[in-house]
């Protein structure tokens, strides 16, 4: 079946660097994407989202980029901080009422 | 404070005791959804509804139950719960379809 992954499924960062999380979709039929941010014992939180009519979008400290071509999504986190420690979650809708989640990918901020 | 609440928050209990996750959104929301978190399996959505007493199957049905009576509520019943449905439990909200899902704190419930 057509489902959302995440390329790793652990991501350790220095602080203050750049992190880059990378997600492949394979239903080209989706046309909007989330982000969303887990910490320890709490529920996914929004971050960003991106509709399929566009590349990029840009929010606080963090980008996503959507690469239609090549069914792919990335969320980059600028100038990485302890706080960015979480789990990472990109969500494909598959329909009007239906999220699909990848596995998730552990962020980890080494000081 | 606009949220999604959940009770209750952690939960013990025994094979085949009936029992009932609550669930209500303070934010007028059409849509809500119910998902569970295992690892590595990320989080699956069990039901949804997309208004009052109108609701449908997501891709882990079985087991479960929900009622939408009242737009603000959502439970989700477990009528005779097995050890398999020991996870982390997540419902969402939403304004309306295609439209961000705002996640509840979760409810662990654990089946022995």
Same mark, same amino acid.
């Given at each position: 079946?057509?489902?959302?992954?995440?390329?790793?499924?652990?991501?350790?960062?220095?602080?203050?660097?750049?992190?880059?999380?990378?997600?492949?979709?394979?239903?080209?039929?989706?046309?909007?994407?989330?982000?969303?941010?887990?910490? +320890?014992?709490?529920?996914?939180?929004?971050?960003?989202?991106?509709?399929?009519?566009?590349?990029?979008?840009? @929010?606080?400290? =963090? #980008?996503?980029?959507?690469?239609?071509?090549?069914?792919?999504?990335?969320?980059?986190?600028?100038?990485?901080?302890?706080?960015? +420690?979480?789990?990472?979650?990109?969500?494909?809708?598959?329909?009007?009422?239906?999220?699909?989640?990848?596995? @998730?990918?552990? =962020? #980890?901020?080494?000081? | 404070?606009?949220?999604?609440?959940?009770?209750?928050?952690?939960?013990?209990?025994?094979?085949?005791?009936?029992?009932?996750?609550?669930?209500?959104?303070?934010?007028?929301?059409?849509?809500?959804?119910?998902?569970?978190?295992?690892?590595?399996?990320?989080?699956?959505?069990?039901?949804?509804?997309?208004?009052?007493?109108?609701?449908?199957?997501?891709?882990?049905?079985?087991?479960?139950?929900?009622?939408?009576?009242?737009?603000?509520?959502?439970?989700?019943?477990?009528?005779?719960?097995?050890?398999?449905?020991?996870?982390?439990?997540?419902?969402?909200?939403?304004?309306?379809?295609?439209?961000?899902?705002?996640?509840?704190?979760?409810?662990?419930?654990?089946?022995?």
């Amino acid at each position: 079946g057509e489902s959302v992954g995440l390329h790793l499924p652990t991501l350790s960062v220095q602080e203050g660097d750049n992190s880059i999380i990378n997600c492949a979709y394979s239903n080209s039929a989706s046309d909007y994407f989330i982000w969303y941010k887990q910490e +320890s014992g709490k529920g996914p939180q929004f971050i960003i989202d991106i509709r399929s009519n566009m590349d990029k979008r840009q @929010g606080q400290r =963090v #980008t996503v980029l959507l690469n239609k071509t090549v069914k792919h999504l990335s969320l980059q986190i600028a100038a990485t901080q302890p706080g960015d +420690s979480a789990v990472y979650f990109c969500a494909e809708n598959m329909d009007d009422y239906k999220l699909s989640f990848g596995a @998730g990918t552990t =962020v #980890t901020v080494r000081a | 404070e606009a949220q999604v609440t959940q009770n209750p928050r952690y939960l013990i209990t025994v094979t085949g005791k009936k029992l009932t996750v609550t669930c209500s959104q303070n934010m007028n929301h059409e849509y809500m959804s119910w998902y569970r978190q295992d690892p590595g399996l990320g989080l699956r959505q069990i039901y949804y509804s997309m208004n009052v007493e109108v609701t449908d199957k997501g891709d882990v049905p079985e087991g479960y139950k929900v009622s939408r009576k009242e737009k603000r509520n959502f439970p989700l019943i477990l009528e005779s719960p097995s050890p398999n449905q020991t996870s982390l439990y997540f419902c969402a909200s939403s304004s309306s379809r295609g439209e961000t899902q705002y996640f509840g704190p979760g409810t662990r419930l654990l089946v022995l």
